[in-house]
């Protein structure tokens, strides 16, 4: 009976599973990283890595096994591989932010989310590939190439953390860190079968994520199930006085996933199943919504009536805070400078930003500046800053109605490599769905949900409010369990970890 099936809980976590196999000592950290770096090798095609710290990672695994042998407590990570998507600083590894204009820029200092991982004792394996500074829904706008899908190599993982997704969805590594603006995280998440958490702005310190939009970006893990991302952001996520927008409040521990739905409130907005929104990952939605209706649940229509606003608001947003954020990428004092020869700092700063930045960045700036400048400013970016707080009141009033709020990630499965770069409109809509829970400053995480036709993954939104990662890390958890198995495998897979 499918209530039995929900109250036996979430499926464990890889996370778990490896670090009790160490405990145990049928594996070491150093034969898990040593799996890793092989899988990653032999799924090079994927072009899921801007650079795999193979030594740094191997030294930090034996430093936990020596650590281990002298019966040191370690900690919940302890020799867990982790990829980190290439926008988030690393003290030592170089970061690009998949951009030219970083190129060969060795950060010193590591991000806070790193110096936790590396406080729990997980190994960061390497850096990810990304849309250039994160602006894509495609992983293809990378100045070292496109990343490809593991299900289908011709086709996108998404973006644009669509390498954190890639390299887990391959069996390299068994969680990975993204960054999530307006989708980044849950669509690539959606593209490759995977579970990605954004959380509630404020949650995961910013410090050393390399700024897009400040009031949106937010960091967040990317695994195989919904222990193993509830595992990550426990140790991720809290207060961080070096971060002016972290927020106070404690945060749980995810140990209630194996709680059952029934009697909780699943909202699902009108506004989420308009046009355009592919049959198939509308049948699976459906399908997943109907599941958590017969296991108590109580399904209730909610409505977002700003939703239709919310894409323009979010290129306003993103681009005006973008333009600004972007000026201290001058090839002055990181990354990129150009060689030729200039006559005054002026052509200094315009020719390494025009060598630096690709056409997608570039496209993004001039918005951005033409948004905050004198006599738009008023019409455009506080204009886009009034609707936003009316998407934000939507949620509030939905919330009043509901627990959880429910919905397609995205409105299509991965699509062709190259299939939508002529048209910068149709791939800024890839993000429908996942942009008014970032201007809400809400959280929201895609979990599996099901199959197209052609065997691509689709993926579930589950949005909660401010703080509510428990909540819907828990319908995601039930869920996960409720769906029938699926035991397929990405077509390029390794056995990594
Ligand atoms: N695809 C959206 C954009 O291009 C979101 C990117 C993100 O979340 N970083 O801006």
Same mark, same amino acid.
């Given at each position: 009976?499918?209530?039995?099936?929900?109250?036996?809980?979430?499926?464990?976590?890889?996370?778990?599973?490896?670090?009790?196999?160490?405990?145990?000592?049928?594996?070491?950290?150093?034969?898990?990283?040593?799996?890793?770096?092989?899988?990653?090798?032999? &799924?090079?095609?994927?072009?899921?890595? &801007?650079?795999?710290?193979?030594?740094?990672?191997?030294?930090?695994?034996?430093?936990?096994?020596?650590?281990?042998?002298?019966?040191?407590?370690?900690?919940?990570?302890?020799?867990?591989?982790?990829?980190?998507?290439?926008?988030?600083? &690393?003290?030592?590894?170089?970061?690009?932010?998949?951009?030219?204009?970083?190129?060969?820029?060795?950060?010193?200092?590591?991000?806070?989310?790193?110096? $936790?991982?590396?406080?729990?004792?997980?190994?960061?394996?390497?850096?990810?590939?990304?849309?250039? %500074?994160?602006?894509?829904?495609?992983?293809?706008?990378?100045?070292?190439?496109?990343?490809?899908?593991?299900?289908?190599?011709?086709?996108?993982?998404?973006?644009?953390?669509?390498?954190?997704?890639?390299?887990?969805?391959?069996?390299?590594?068994?969680?990975?860190?993204?960054?999530?603006?307006?989708?980044?995280?849950?669509?690539?998440?959606?593209?490759?079968?995977?579970?990605?958490?954004?959380?509630?702005?404020?949650?995961?310190?910013?410090?050393?994520?390399?700024?897009?939009?400040?009031? %949106?970006?937010?960091?967040?893990?990317?695994?195989?199930?919904?222990?193993?991302?509830?595992?990550?952001?426990?140790?991720?996520?809290?207060?961080?006085?070096?971060?002016?927008?972290? %927020?106070?409040?404690?945060?749980?521990?995810?140990?209630?996933?194996?709680?059952?739905?029934?009697?909780?409130?699943?909202?699902?907005?009108?506004?989420?199943?308009?046009?355009?929104?592919?049959?198939?990952?509308?049948?699976?939605?459906?399908?997943?919504?109907?599941?958590?209706?017969?296991?108590?649940?109580?399904?209730?229509?909610?409505?977002?009536?700003?939703?239709?606003?919310?894409?323009?608001?979010?290129?306003?947003?993103?681009?005006?805070?973008?333009?600004?954020?972007?000026?201290?990428?001058?090839?002055?004092?990181?990354?990129? $400078?150009?060689?030729?020869?200039?006559?005054?700092?002026?052509?200094?700063?315009? $020719?390494?930003?025009?060598?630096?930045?690709?056409?997608?960045?570039?496209?993004?700036?001039? %918005?951005?500046?033409?948004?905050?400048?004198?006599?738009?400013?008023?019409?455009?970016?506080?204009?886009?800053?009034?609707?936003?707080?009316?998407?934000?009141?939507?949620?509030?009033?939905?919330?009043?109605?509901?627990?959880?709020?429910?919905?397609?990630?995205?409105?299509?499965?991965?699509?062709?490599?190259?299939?939508?770069?002529?048209?910068?409109?149709?791939?800024?809509?890839?993000?429908?769905?996942?942009?008014?829970?970032?201007?809400?400053?809400?959280?929201?995480?895609?979990?599996?949900?099901?199959?197209?036709?052609?065997?691509?993954?689709?993926?579930?939104?589950?949005?909660?409010?401010?703080?509510?990662?428990?909540?819907?890390? $828990?319908?995601?958890?039930?869920?996960?369990?409720?769906?029938?198995?699926?035991?397929?495998?990405?077509?390029?897979?390794?056995?990594?970890?």
């Amino acid at each position: 009976m499918a209530t039995t099936k929900a109250d036996a809980g979430p499926k464990p976590g890889v996370v778990a599973a490896l670090v009790d196999a160490q405990r145990r000592g049928e594996v070491t950290a150093t034969a898990l990283v040593e799996r890793s770096i092989a899988a990653a090798r032999a &799924t090079q095609t994927l072009n899921a890595w &801007t650079h795999l710290a193979a030594d740094k990672a191997l030294a930090r695994a034996a430093d936990i096994d020596r650590r281990r042998s002298r019966g040191e407590k370690l900690g919940p990570l302890a020799g867990v591989p982790v990829g980190v998507k290439d926008q988030i600083v &690393t003290r030592g590894i170089p970061t690009t932010a998949g951009s030219r204009i970083l190129e060969g820029w060795v950060p010193p200092y590591d991000a806070t989310v790193i110096r $936790r991982l590396e406080a729990a004792d997980a190994i960061v394996l390497g850096k990810l590939n990304q849309d250039e %500074l994160a602006m894509g829904s495609s992983s293809e706008s990378s100045a070292v190439g496109p990343v490809r899908n593991p299900w289908d190599p011709a086709r996108v993982p998404g973006g644009s953390s669509g390498g954190s997704a890639a390299a887990v969805a391959a069996g390299v590594c068994p969680v990975s860190l993204g960054t999530d603006t307006g989708g980044s995280i849950r669509q690539p998440a959606s593209f490759c079968g995977l579970v990605g958490l954004k959380p509630t702005y404020g949650r995961v310190s910013r410090h050393g994520a390399v700024a897009f939009a400040s009031s %949106l970006d937010q960091i967040g893990p990317l695994g195989r199930t919904v222990a193993d991302v509830a595992a990550v952001f426990e140790v991720i996520a809290g207060h961080d006085p070096q971060d002016a927008t972290s %927020l106070t409040a404690p945060v749980p521990a995810m140990d209630d996933l194996g709680e059952a739905v029934a009697g909780l409130r699943v909202g699902v907005p009108g506004e989420y199943f308009a046009s355009g929104l592919d049959p198939f990952v509308r049948a699976a939605v459906d399908g997943a919504i109907a599941l958590l209706g017969a296991n108590g649940a109580e399904v209730v229509p909610v409505e977002l009536p700003h939703t239709r606003y919310a894409v323009a608001t979010y290129y306003l947003v993103a681009t005006a805070e973008a333009s600004s954020n972007l000026s201290r990428l001058d090839g002055v004092r990181y990354g990129h $400078r150009t060689v030729s020869s200039v006559k005054d700092i002026g052509e200094l700063y315009a $020719r390494s930003r025009a060598e630096g930045f690709g056409p997608e960045v570039k496209r993004r700036i001039l %918005l951005g500046t033409f948004a905050l400048s004198h006599g738009y400013y008023d019409a455009y970016y506080k204009k886009a800053q009034q609707v936003r707080t009316l998407i934000r009141r939507d949620f509030e009033q939905a919330f009043e109605r509901c627990d959880v709020i429910v919905g397609p990630t995205s409105p299509v499965t991965a699509f062709g490599l190259g299939e939508r770069l002529g048209d910068p409109l149709q791939m800024y809509l890839m993000d429908i769905y996942t942009i008014p829970s970032s201007l809400a400053g809400n959280t929201s995480v895609s979990v599996p949900c099901g199959f197209d036709p052609e065997g691509m993954p689709i993926g579930l939104q589950i949005i909660g409010p401010p703080l509510g990662e428990g909540r819907i890390l $828990r319908v995601a958890g039930q869920l996960e369990r409720l769906l029938p198995a699926d035991e397929r495998k990405p077509r390029v897979y390794a056995e990594g970890c």
